[in-house]
């Protein structure tokens, strides 16, 4: 008996049997291949060790040519601020004043203030002059040896101590060292000059205004004496007489700043702050001395003009005797103080560090050359290798768009040259 065939055991004809590829997948041209570069190195190797090796080469030669440079260095404390000076006696008769007024130069420290002057002409001329610099470096312009001067010499303050470094570098070694040290003695040279010179202003302007101030004092005591001789009863109470003396007191500071304020406005505008500040205390001043010359009651010390009569007038008479007293008092110690400062002739700068002369180059640093020069030529190489083998494997679509911008760049030149012709 034939059984039936079970078709569930045939096979699908529509089912297809699973293949398996071998195939790599494509690479993915936005994934860096690394062996691509160093393919490019490897083939360009002897370009790349021949250039390095010659850079070597002549980077020590080079260096080895230049000239050793010898820096000297020299350090200094900055002079303090001349305490006999104009502005500084009335700061210091102004009290709380006198803080506000002690940066009338800017905002800067003593030692930026002497960094300035050391770097100006006035001391380059004389260094110039003394060293014959324009002969010794063949210059036939004096500005462009400001400019060698500056280039070779480095002042600066420290910004914790304030002490001022100068150091020269030169070929020589005995002229960096001189020259170091010549900085420090003209700068002492012209700080005396200065000094000198301010302190001579001062002392002018000091015997002008004592002469003035003792001819208003002698007025001012002859007004008080022939009025007690006319009116011998009047007496005047303690309280009347604190009265008189606290008005003496700040009429006296009064004059002290309007002083001070009249030697800022030579210097500065009214929009400086220093000015505006001075304008707001003596604006305060002259409110207290209002107050104090006025009507109002309540005060345990009775105001000028709570009292009546002869009294009144007696009390004008001894506070205007008080101020011209109080005025020509400090005027006569400032103006000592001013000749005291003329006749200064010698400067507070004290010399920490005198320059040496060096026994050791400070440049150049031939190793560091070498070095630098070596390395910056090999990565050169490679960088130059990589875009010339870039420039082989170019496709001609892309040589042509580089064939256009070349052909472009010749016109981009020529629009710009006239454009420039014609901005001169």
């Given at each position: 008996m034939q059984q039936p065939e079970d078709k569930s055991l045939e096979p699908d004809s529509n089912l297809k049997p699973e293949v398996k590829s071998n195939s790599a997948p494509a690479p993915n041209p936005d994934v860096i291949n690394l062996l691509d570069y160093l393919e490019v190195i490897a083939k360009n190797w002897r370009m790349i060790v021949r250039t390095t090796i010659i850079a070597a080469v002549l980077s020590v030669v080079i260096s080895l040519c230049l000239p050793n440079i010898y820096t000297s260095t020299t350090r200094i404390l900055p002079p303090q601020q001349d305490s006999f000076g104009l502005m500084g006696m009335l700061m210091g008769s102004a009290g709380d004043m006198g803080g506000m007024a002690a940066d009338l130069l800017g905002k800067g420290t003593p030692a930026d203030l002497y960094v300035g002057i050391l770097s100006s002409e006035a001391i380059s001329d004389t260094i110039i002059d003394r060293f014959k610099l324009m002969e010794l470096y063949k210059q036939k312009y004096r500005i462009v040896t400001y400019k060698l001067l500056e280039n070779k010499v480095d002042i600066a303050a420290g910004k914790k101590d304030g002490i001022i470094s100068i150091s020269f570098m030169d070929k020589d070694p005995k002229l960096a060292t001189a020259i170091a040290n010549a900085y420090v003695e003209e700068l002492g040279k012209?700080?005396?000059?200065?000094?000198?010179?301010?302190?001579?202003?001062?002392?002018?302007?000091?015997?002008?205004?004592l002469t003035k101030a003792k001819v208003d004092l002698v007025k001012a005591e002859e007004a008080l004496k022939v009025f007690q001789s006319k009116n011998k009863s009047i007496d005047i109470t303690n309280q009347a007489k604190a009265s008189i003396e606290g008005i003496a007191a700040l009429m006296a500071q009064l004059a002290i700043q309007e002083a001070q304020l009249s030697a800022l406005l030579s210097q500065f505008t009214n929009a400086t702050q220093e000015v505006q500040n001075l304008k707001a205390s003596i604006r305060n001043l002259k409110g207290q001395i209002a107050r104090l010359e006025g009507t109002q009651k309540g005060s345990s010390i009775p105001t000028v003009g709570s009292v009546p009569g002869l009294e009144q007038e007696i009390i004008r008479l001894k506070r205007e005797f008080k101020i011209q007293e109080s005025l020509v008092e400090l005027l006569t110690k400032q103006n000592e103080m001013a000749k005291l400062s003329e006749a200064k002739?010698?400067?507070?700068?004290?010399?920490?560090?005198?320059?040496?002369?060096?026994?050791?180059?400070?440049?150049?640093?031939?190793?560091?050359?070498?070095?630098?020069?070596?390395?910056?030529?090999?990565?050169?190489?490679?960088?130059?290798?990589?875009?010339?083998?870039?420039?082989?494997?170019?496709?001609?679509?892309?040589?042509?768009?580089?064939?256009?911008?070349?052909?472009?760049?010749p016109d981009i030149t020529r629009v710009f040259c006239r454009g420039k012709c014609r901005h001169k």
């Open positions: 012209l700080v005396v000059k200065l000094n000198i010179a301010g302190a001579g202003q001062n002392r002018a302007y000091l015997e002008e205004r002739d010698t400067t507070s700068i004290q010399v920490i560090q005198t320059a040496r002369e060096p026994d050791r180059k400070s440049s150049p640093k031939r190793g560091k050359i070498v070095l630098s020069a070596t390395f910056a030529t090999f990565f050169g190489a490679i960088l130059y290798a990589l875009i010339r083998e870039a420039a082989e494997r170019m496709s001609p679509e892309d040589r042509d768009r580089w064939s256009r911008i070349k052909e472009l760049l």
